[in-house]
């Protein structure tokens, strides 16, 4: 287990992980500082707690967003994928056609 050390809203943080995955963690700590940072900038006196929190609401609020659009993209795809191709579509048709016949001829004695 690997251990590195983030610094977060201006306080070091030593924090453990898997090995290999260091510089994915400094990372995701850069990302949090920068909204730490963002936050602070907005002016208004904050503990620490309540700078995190605010933090941490600030990117379940981007996940949620993040979730909701990849909802739509997913709905998306799902009824538009045979229209969006009509080729495509004809050819899975002979094709199904293809096997039915095929099929078909099996069970013939």
Do not use: N
């Amino acid at each position: 287990m690997a251990q590195v050390t983030v610094r977060v809203g201006g306080y070091t943080h030593p924090v453990s992980c898997e090995d290999g995955q260091e510089g994915h963690l400094i990372a995701l700590a850069a990302d949090v500082d920068r909204r730490v940072s963002s936050i602070r900038a907005m002016g208004g006196q904050f503990g620490e707690s309540r700078l995190l929190l605010l933090t941490a609401l600030l990117l379940a609020d981007e996940l949620h967003d993040l979730r909701v659009e990849m909802s739509r993209v997913k709905a998306a795809s799902l009824q538009s994928a045979p229209a969006s191709d009509p080729l495509l579509a004809e050819r899975l048709g002979r094709l199904a056609e293809r096997i039915e016949g095929i099929a078909a001829s099996l069970d013939r004695p």
